[in-house]
Nanobody
């Protein structure tokens, strides 16, 4: 089970940190990703991390502004969001795969999804 939290309302240029906490038994070899969906738009990939090796993947639109990380002891993945823009406004979901995802940018690579946390960036 995945629990996403940390969303909120922030001004453009501000920062937020999202958390994705996993409960239950987890594998050391899996991928955790963040996706987002804005009203009237399709869900899009944001970032992903290989839990075991720590390798990361980012969407071009967030490179240099968002950072994904994990803390194994807490079974939690974080998404540090800096220099936020109004176009970052969306419902953010975290997702986890049962094994290392070959294509982490695809939603179909993930088996478990959290409930979403709203991020709103005002101009």
């Amino acid at each position: 089970q995945l629990q996403a939290s940390g969303g909120g309302l922030v001004q453009a240029g501000g920062s937020l940190r999202l958390s994705c906490a996993a409960s239950g038994r987890t594998s050391s070899r899996h991928t955790v990703g963040w996706f987002r969906q804005a009203p009237g738009k399709e869900r899009e990939f944001v970032a992903a991390i290989d839990w075991g090796g720590g390798g990361t993947t980012y969407a071009d639109s967030v490179k240099g502004r968002l950072t994904i990380s994990r803390v194994s002891a807490k079974n939690t993945v974080y998404l540090q969001m800096n220099s936020l823009k109004p176009e970052d406004t969306a419902l953010y979901y975290c997702a986890a795969s049962r094994s290392v995802a070959a294509t982490p940018i695809r939603g179909a690579s993930y088996d478990y999804w959290g409930q979403g946390t709203q991020v709103t960036v005002s101009s």
